[in-house]
């Protein structure tokens, strides 16, 4: 839902330059007599000022034209501020409230928000609002530009099987390697097919892994609702919760899986490792300032 760049710089010095170009000078013949040397003089000041007010910065002339040169001039914002979602504070809020009006009215207590970063089985890095409710942990693809929710990814508590916490660890490197801690939440069996291993885009995955937001990871802030040290606990004991209350209810699930934490290093099989190099240097997933243009 809603998923992987030089940002373009404009000097504002190049177009507040022009106010010192010297208008062209008109020649005035050496045949030319007194009066009507005079003459010409005036009529070449007259024409200097003229040119003096048709040769305005271009800046000048366009309302707001500075100001938006100045937004694409990415490089000079902080970190923080080149990612719509962390922009400002009311986005997120603003993301999770339009999350809760698509949800079940059954399903729709939100115990929990973080954003982070998932990583599909392709190692490549999206970015997603992580949601945690009383029967489902749901990922969320949401267009930090439009505001609008993109896709949802349920996953049923009940189906939780194990989850893994550990550092990543990779079966082969091509010079980059990911920092930080890992969670890998598996509801389904593995190894997966092949079919599916080499599908980039497949939705029958039975896992999925996250990690703390690219901006914690990279020490550009600090904020627990983008670290994932702070979700790991949270959903570790709803599942639990589930589980028990599940064993009281009067219609208790037919069976469900034995669950199991895993603490431990979280392998990463590098299949194309240089395609996810680039997406994941260059935070292609993720909704970026980029210049005159973003995505």
Do not use: C
């Not at 999770?96 to 954003?115: C, F, M, T, Y």
């Not at 099989?269 to 970026?288: E, T």
């Amino acid at each position: 839902m809603a998923d992987s760049e030089v940002p373009t710089e404009i000097s504002l010095e190049d177009a507040s330059s022009d106010t010192n170009v010297t208008p062209p000078v008109l020649d005035v013949s050496s045949n030319t007599s007194t009066a009507e040397g005079a003459t010409a003089a005036a009529n070449d000041e007259a024409t200097d000022e003229k040119e003096t007010s048709v040769l305005k910065p271009v800046a000048e002339t366009i309302p707001g034209l500075n100001s938006m040169m100045s937004e694409w001039q990415v490089s000079s914002l902080p970190e923080y501020k080149q990612f719509f979602s962390t922009e400002d504070e009311s986005m997120f809020v603003a993301a999770v409230s339009a999350i809760k009006a698509r949800l079940d009215e059954n399903d729709s207590n939100i115990r929990k928000a973080w954003l982070l970063t998932e990583i599909d089985h392709w190692d490549l890095e999206k970015e997603r609002i992580v949601v945690l409710t009383d029967n489902n942990l749901i990922s969320v693809k949401y267009n930090f530009i439009q505001q609008l929710v993109d896709e949802l990814k349920f996953i049923p508590l009940a189906y939780i099987r194990e989850i893994h916490v550990g550092d990543f660890k990779y079966t082969y490197s091509y010079g980059y390697a990911r920092k930080g801690k890992g969670l890998k939440i598996v509801w389904g069996q593995e190894p997966i097919s092949f079919w599916t291993k080499w599908n980039p885009v497949s939705s029958s995955v039975p896992y999925v892994t996250f990690a703390s937001h690219i901006l914690v990871i990279n020490k550009k802030i600090q904020d627990p609702k983008l670290t994932l040290d702070t979700a790991i606990d949270p959903i570790e004991s709803a599942i639990l919760e589930f589980r028990e209350k599940a064993k009281t209810t009067e219609s208790p699930p037919p069976s469900l899986p034995e669950f199991k934490k895993i603490e431990g290093d979280i392998v990463i099989d590098y299949y194309l490792g240089v395609s996810a190099m680039i997406h994941n240097q260059s935070y292609l997933g993720f909704f970026k300032k980029r210049g005159a243009i973003n995505w």
